[in-house]
């Protein structure tokens, strides 16, 4: 009798190990699942959407309207230049971007609000022009910049770090004024 029970608690405890190995290779495959999804769909530039593709066929260009200034400034404070900005801050006008442009001034650009700060990456397909873009944390501080940037290329630019803003400036405008990461940016609203 003793020995029934202790083949029964054996086989008990084997069940238990198994179902509880079980469960952690189950939930270690879905942590595993959701990085690479995540990590994929970070990097990923969205879609294309319905207004994109008509602007595409029709070849329309899109011309800068100022909504904004920003100062980009030393991490201690100092003004090193100022743009005029194009505000998106929305799913569209983040989608659209600077794509379609075909002439933009060297003291125009483009403030990308996202709603959350979080890893970004950021291309150049349908992008006429050569762009600065510039990652910028919460904490308004350039975070990564990409100088210079290629027009049409598909190639993902990840900001490496968390960031809230994204700045886009005509190529070259970085090294004009000797902006770099660790500087800051301060903007405001028209």
Do not use: C, H
């Not at 329309?60 to 404070?77: D, H, P």
């Not at 794509?99 to 397909?125: V, Y």
Request: aromatic share 10%.
């Amino acid at each position: 009798m003793n020995k029934q029970k202790t083949k029964k608690n054996k086989s008990n405890e084997r069940k238990k190990n198994l179902f509880v190995q079980i469960t952690v290779v189950i939930v270690l495959l879905g942590f595993v699942v959701y990085f690479v999804l995540s990590n994929f769909i970070l990097n990923k530039p969205a879609a294309t959407n319905s207004d994109l593709e008509k602007a595409m066929k029709n070849k329309m260009t899109y011309t800068f309207q100022k909504e904004g200034e920003l100062v980009f400034t030393s991490n201690n404070g100092d003004t090193i230049s100022k743009i005029e900005i194009e505000i998106a801050d929305d799913d569209q006008q983040r989608e659209l971007g600077l794509m379609m442009r075909r002439n933009m001034k060297e003291d125009n650009g483009m403030l990308f609000i996202f709603p959350f700060e979080t890893l970004q990456a950021f291309w150049m397909k349908n992008t006429i022009l050569p762009l600065d873009i510039i990652y910028v944390n919460s904490q308004n501080e350039i975070v990564k910049i990409y100088k210079n940037t290629v027009p049409y290329s598909e190639i993902s630019l990840p900001s490496g770090k968390p960031s809230l803003y994204v700045v886009e400036v005509s190529a070259g405008y970085t090294d004009k004024y000797g902006i770099k990461e660790g500087d800051k940016i301060v903007w405001k609203r028209e």
